[in-house]
């Protein structure tokens, strides 16, 4: 049975600030309604219904309620503000993602898609995640950027995060191309809505994938540091995630070294993801580049005699007994996930999956 502690604690907020986001390839700003004017101009609806299932026009029409949503939800709007005292509402948050390496007209930054979090749910404490990407700007890794540290900030607590338990995304069947991203992000797909999707250019139904993450399952810096992504400080939820993952492993000279090297990066505010992690989270990106360094310079190596094939193979081996290790720590019933909570979740639900990211990928097709 709920109670009114219950009830008043799972309210969304009637007002909220959305935070700007940091990343690598673009940087995320809350959306206002000029920018979405911007996404005709980067054609951020063409081939919709392959990508999202929904008509060119369907997309336009919900991406412009989404973004009138958002600014209503922040206060930037007197008219049809929703009533977010009911903890059943759903709210709607919506950045404008900025390319500081492609500029507009006038030479600043340019917009070139927009991340949601939609259907916040404070009951369930669950929200549906989706990115739409101008034409050109589509298979570039900008959602591989954007999303861990959209999901970051939603599965952090309160009051830094929305204290998410789930997040959630949904595609056609046929985008095979996205669900693969999704799978990489660490998304499970839980199940499928059976003829849920009209497609007008083949003119049959489609089913509709259900992928989800929860938060015991989501650990921010290794997500990203798969990837050869690097964690920013500044970004929200990171410094907690960090401080979770000490009080987990009760070392603080990991989070110390982690902190430092993120003040060392290029704008101050970026450090290497691998610092906050032991050597054998090396990606294979990581170790090509450095196996070929090596290669070029023999009297660099050890041996003299390091081949890429071999470098890969004593990584894979690696992984392997960091997977028997994360097993073991599983059977002991305790986990280092930075949003876990051993005193709810009597045992992780998911595998050590950031582990095996890239394995066997081929990164520059």
Known sequence: MSTSADETERKLPEVITIPDIKGE?????????????????????????????????????????????????????TSSVPDFSDPESRGVMAWSMLSDSEKDENGEPKLIGMVFLVDIDGWSRSARLQ??????????????????????????RTPVGLGLERIWLSLPDENT????????LGFDLVGHSRNALWNSRDGKYHDMLIYDEIAEEYDPIRSLAAFGLHYIIDNPGVKEALAARDAASGDGDEHDSAESGAQDGADGSAGKAQ??????????????????????????ASDGDVTLDS??????????????????????????????????????TKRAWWRNLGRNRNRER
């Open 177 to 184: 191309r996205n669900s693969g991203v999704y799978e990489s």
């Open 311 to 348: 470098a890969l193979s004593e990584l894979s081996s690696e992984n392997a007994r960091a997977d028997s290790d994360m097993h073991d720590m599983h059977q002991g019933g305790h986990t280092e996930w930075a949003y876990s909570d051993d005193a709810t979740n009597s045992s992780s």
């Open 25 to 77: 390839m673009c940087r995320l700003r809350p959306a206002t309604w000029a920018d979405c004017e911007l996404m005709e101009e980067v054609r951020a609806f063409d081939d919709a219904e392959a990508i999202t299932g929904k008509s060119k026009m369907a997309e336009r029409a919900a991406v412009r309620a989404w973004v009138a949503r958002s600014v209503a939800w922040t206060g930037g709007s």
């Open 131 to 156: 990115v739409v990407l101008g034409i050109h700007y589509r298979g570039r890794g900008y959602s591989r950027d954007v999303m861990p540290r959209v999901m970051t900030y939603g599965f952090a």
């Open 275 to 300: 610092d906050a992690a032991p050597a054998q989270y090396e990606t294979l990106e990581e170790a090509r580049k450095r196996i070929n360094a090596r290669a070029q310079d023999p009297a660099s």
